[in-house]
């Protein structure tokens, strides 16, 4: 079966400081791979998604970044964080070419201080 | 871009009591998807629609996309607190299933 696995659960950073979020498949080949974004009082927002490896779309113009070194790893990173990148971070995939629903992650909450 | 309004934001029902939740877009809708979060989790597939005037049941949970295909519901039939969460509509905006969600609707259901 099919898994998805995200980390950390939590992450506290000061402003100017780097992330990395991680998120890794499993069970599955060539999937498409996302990072959504949920901010308080600003629902769910599509950040990035990847249909294949080193294949990144960017949906929204922002401080962060995103790369798929393997085919079922997606990272989220970022080179120095601002107080709005805070919010809980869900990698989900779906299957590559398909129709249907998006499996998710548990999320990643990260408070920039 | 395709823009979807959930009503209402939030909810607080009495266990056993039936409720709804809808989702209008500004688009026509071409796939429809509900899930469900607690808290502080991702989100759990709940059902998706596709042909207008499509209804689908999982146990108490009914959810349907009018002819037009630009509004949705989704109804629970004597909830409980395990229907507690926030209930998320999404729609297929364009392709290798990019999801525009909408903002979610807070339900609370008191024992």
């Known amino acids: 079966s099919q898994t998805i696995h995200q980390w950390p659960a939590t992450l506290v950073q000061p402003v100017g400081s780097p992330l990395s979020l991680e998120c890794t498949v499993e069970?599955?080949?060539?999937?498409?791979l996302y990072w959504y974004r949920q901010a308080a009082g600003r629902g769910l927002q599509l950040l990035f998604y990847?249909?294949?490896?080193?294949?990144i779309s960017s949906e929204v113009p922002q401080n962060l970044s995103a790369s798929r070194p393997q085919d079922r790893q997606f990272i989220l990173s970022s080179k120095k964080l601002l107080l709005s990148d805070s919010g809980f971070y869900l990698c989900a995939w779906s299957v590559g070419g398909g129709t249907g629903e998006l499996f998710f992650g548990e999320g990643s909450r990260l408070t920039v201080l | 871009s395709q823009e979807l309004e959930q009503s209402p934001q939030s909810l607080i029902v009495q266990e056993g009591k039936n409720l709804t939740i809808n989702c209008t877009s500004s688009?026509?809708?071409?796939?429809l998807y509900w899930y469900k979060q607690k808290y502080g989790e991702g989100l759990i597939f709940l059902m998706m629609?596709?042909?207008?005037?499509e209804e689908k049941s999982h146990e108490k949970i009914t959810a349907k996309l009018d002819e037009k295909k630009q509004q949705s519901s989704l109804h629970i039939t004597a909830s409980q607190p395990s229907h507690a969460g926030i209930y998320l509509c999404g729609a297929d905006s364009g392709g290798y299933q990019k999801v525009t969600f909408g903002t979610g609707t807070k339900l609370q259901v008191i024992p």
């Open positions: 069970g599955t080949s060539n999937p498409n």
């Open positions: 990847s249909i294949g490896i080193d294949q």
């Open positions: 629609l596709q042909k207008g005037g």
């Open positions: 688009k026509t809708l071409y796939g």
